[in-house]
């Protein structure tokens, strides 16, 4: 690796980090006087905002969200040398562990779902076309849940075919981060009816 490489690889994992760091979901809950961090879930991301605060209001959350990713892919192709596609991996990877661990938010964050999918946005625009269309055409069909889950774990497959196994892999090893998230989070447990309630108020 030259040192270009590195230098451009260093720059790109700290601004990744920190606008992943952005605490969106807190900041939009904050302004209903909900924490999404006790209701709920316990994550701080789009479907538990949209839980409790509707989807409207929720807005916001996802697009914020998806963004974090999808400007840190910008910024590390933009800073990286000719070739060095991993740069951009690098910087979409450190975007997703600030979404997790956010510098902003005493480190307690999300499961990073739309920041990965707004950093494929740009790293693999192919095959994220084909799995937005995916995910739209179930959400409208059957769920939004479905559709989601259908939109990322197609996403590798989808990839491999239309792009190189190299990148497939990296994108591969993003999502692992995701896995093992949900199973962080599932360590929790929902909130009590209780807490939820007393936040709802």
């Known amino acids: 690796m030259s040192g270009a490489t590195v230098g451009a690889t260093a720059v790109a994992v700290v601004v990744g980090y920190l606008l992943g760091s952005v605490p969106v979901a807190v900041l939009v809950a904050r302004r209903h006087r909900v924490d999404p961090r006790a209701v709920g879930d316990r994550n701080p991301g789009y479907w538990n905002v949209k839980e409790h605060l509707g989807g409207r209001r929720a807005v916001p959350v996802f697009v914020g969200d998806t963004l974090k ?74 769920s939004f849940a479905w559709g989601a889950r259908a939109g990322v774990f197609c996403f590798p497959l989808l990839q491999l075919a239309l792009d190189s196994p190299y990148r497939t892999a990296a994108t591969g090893a993003l999502m692992s981060f995701i896995g093992l998230r949900f199973l962080m989070a599932g360590s929790d447990g929902p909130a009590t009816s209780a807490q939820d309630e007393g936040h709802r108020r």
């Open 69 to 142: 990713g999808t400007l840190a892919a910008l910024v590390g192709v933009a800073v990286a040398p000719d070739g060095a596609w991993g740069v951009g991996y690098a910087a979409v990877a450190a975007a997703m562990l600030g979404h997790a661990w956010p510098l902003f938010a005493r480190f307690r964050g999300g499961r990073a779902v739309l920041t990965f999918a707004g950093g494929m946005c740009v790293l693999a625009p192919l095959a994220a076309a084909v799995a937005v269309a995916l995910f739209v055409v179930l959400s409208v069909a059957w």
